[in-house]
């Protein structure tokens, strides 16, 4: 035997165990692909028996509450999506998406041929495709499901651009006029729909840490609403000016069904109407309020008299047939001719 067949064979055999070791790695950490399709399965199933509700309480009644929740039942939907011929592939991809994670952050989602009525479910933000919850680091874990750390969530900007930021779907663009603010400098889009909060995180948690609301509040929350502007007026010789700000970290009204009205209406000393003016705000009018814009409307109001009252009004209806009551006061502000 020569020295070079030797060496050779040695070669051969550390190969042979280092390929060994790949192999034992390989079936100790990688699951086969029927265990995670069926870790999967126990995610959905699990979510449809309420184990998700029954260790983590708290975070299921915000999200309950929340739109999220209901943006495959939500009647409004419901009604502009009966309308499309096609809405399988154009419209309830968004509403009752299969989750982002593996479908891909950005990407189009995809329809969920199960729990529909869950519309934006737990699952859709938080499962991956080894049948695995991410989210911010825990400081627990549970035999449920495994905890996976992914920096998606911290700021979650890109995870909520998938389907608010969507290029091809412009009706339901809240990023665009975001990251080109001054908002998109130091705040993210949990900074103002997902509020900070220390709790304990699920029921078996040992230690309260630091996480965020999922109440996502955003129209439909009059506290929101009456944060999204503020109001000036200021009255000089038949001139009546009225200087919007919006405060709004995107374009307002965020969706694109969306009226704001401004209302200037002048009153009599008695009481009495004497000449009302308004201006509606909306996508369809094109004429949006970009983030931080201040904006002035001039009405003319030659009839106004020393001791009149001028009031300005910002109201907020959600659709165009939103009846009268059901309407927000966004700001309003009232001003005596002296
Ligand atoms: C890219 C994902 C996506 C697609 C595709 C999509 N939507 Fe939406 N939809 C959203 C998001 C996000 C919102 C909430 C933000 C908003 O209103 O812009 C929303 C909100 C709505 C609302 C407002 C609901 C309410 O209660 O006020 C209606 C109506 C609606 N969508 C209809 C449709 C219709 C009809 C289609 C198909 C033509 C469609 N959507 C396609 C993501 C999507
Ligand atoms: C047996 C209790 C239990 C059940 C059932 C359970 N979880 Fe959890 N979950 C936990 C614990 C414990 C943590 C870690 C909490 C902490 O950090 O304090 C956690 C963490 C999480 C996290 C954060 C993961 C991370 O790494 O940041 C998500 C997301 C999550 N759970 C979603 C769900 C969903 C969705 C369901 C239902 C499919 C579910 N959980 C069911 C106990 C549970
Ligand atoms: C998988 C798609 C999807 C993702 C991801 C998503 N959303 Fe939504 N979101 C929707 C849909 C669809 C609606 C509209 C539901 C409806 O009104 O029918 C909605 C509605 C909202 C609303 C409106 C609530 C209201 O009452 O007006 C806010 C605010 C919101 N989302 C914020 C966020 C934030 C912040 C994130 C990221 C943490 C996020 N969304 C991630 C699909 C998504
Ligand atoms: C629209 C996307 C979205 C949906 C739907 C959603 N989450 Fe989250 N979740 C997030 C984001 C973003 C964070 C990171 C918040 C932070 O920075 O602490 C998070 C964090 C968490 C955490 C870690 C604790 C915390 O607050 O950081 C848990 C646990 C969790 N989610 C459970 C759930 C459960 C259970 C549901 C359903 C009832 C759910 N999530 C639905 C986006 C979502
Ligand atoms: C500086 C605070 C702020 C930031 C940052 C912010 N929002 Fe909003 N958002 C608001 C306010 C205030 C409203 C209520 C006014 C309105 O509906 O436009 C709102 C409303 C919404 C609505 C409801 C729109 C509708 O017509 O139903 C959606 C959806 C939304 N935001 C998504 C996002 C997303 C996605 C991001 C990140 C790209 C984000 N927001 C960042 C303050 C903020």
């Known amino acids: 035997m020569n020295l070079k067949a030797v060496r050779w064979g040695i070669g051969s055999m550390s190969f042979g165990l280092f390929g060994c070791v790949l192999i034992i790695l390989t079936v100790n950490f990688t699951p086969r692909a029927e265990d995670k399709a069926h870790r999967v ?7 449809q028996d309420g184990k998700c509700q029954s260790c983590h309480p708290a975070i299921w009644r ?3 509450d929340s739109m999220h929740a209901k943006a495959w039942i939500d009647e409004i939907y419901q009604a502009a999506a009966q309308q499309v011929p ?3 592939t154009k419209c309830d991809q968004c509403h009752a998406p299969q989750p982002i994670l593996m479908t891909g ?10 729990q529909r009525e869950a519309g934006v479910s737990c699952l859709v933000c938080h499962l991956d495709a080894n049948g695995a919850m991410n989210g911010p680091p825990a400081s627990a874990e549970t035999y449920f499901h495994a905890n996976v750390t992914n920096p998606i969530y911290t700021p979650p900007t890109k995870l909520c651009a998938t389907c608010h930021g969507q290029k091809s779907v412009p009706e339901h663009d809240q990023l665009s006029s975001f990251l080109d603010s001054e908002f998109a400098e130091n705040t993210s889009c949990a900074t103002c729909h997902m509020p900070v909060v220390k709790r ?3 029921t ?3 230690e309260s840490i630091k996480g965020r609301k999922h109440t996502w ?3 439909r929350s009059v506290t929101q609403l009456k944060r999204a502007a503020s109001l000036q007026l200021e009255y000089e010789t038949g001139q009546v000016s009225v200087k919007l700000q919006s405060r709004t970290g995107h374009i307002l009204p965020g969706g694109t069904l969306r009226i704001i009205v ?3 209406t002048l009153l009599a000393p008695d009481g009495t109407e004497r000449q009302k003016q308004h201006i509606s705000i909306s996508a369809e009018n094109e004429n949006r309020l970009l983030p931080n814009e201040d904006r002035t409307y001039t009405f003319d109001m030659a009839s106004a008299a020393t001791g009149d009252t001028i009031s300005a009004r910002l109201i907020y209806q959600l659709t165009p047939n939103t009846p009268e009551s059901d309407r927000i006061l966004m700001a309003d502000k009232t001003l005596i001719i002296r």
């Open 62 to 64: 915000e999200w309950k």
């Open 262 to 264: 401004l209302e200037v």
């Open 217 to 219: 509040r955003g129209s």
């Open 200 to 202: 304990l995180q699920s």
């Open 105 to 114: 952050i950005g990407e189009m989602p995809k329809l969920r041929d199960r």
């Open 41 to 47: 399965t126990e995610a959905y199933q699990g979510f």
């Open 204 to 206: 078996t948690s040992h």
């Open 86 to 88: 096609d809405r399988e």
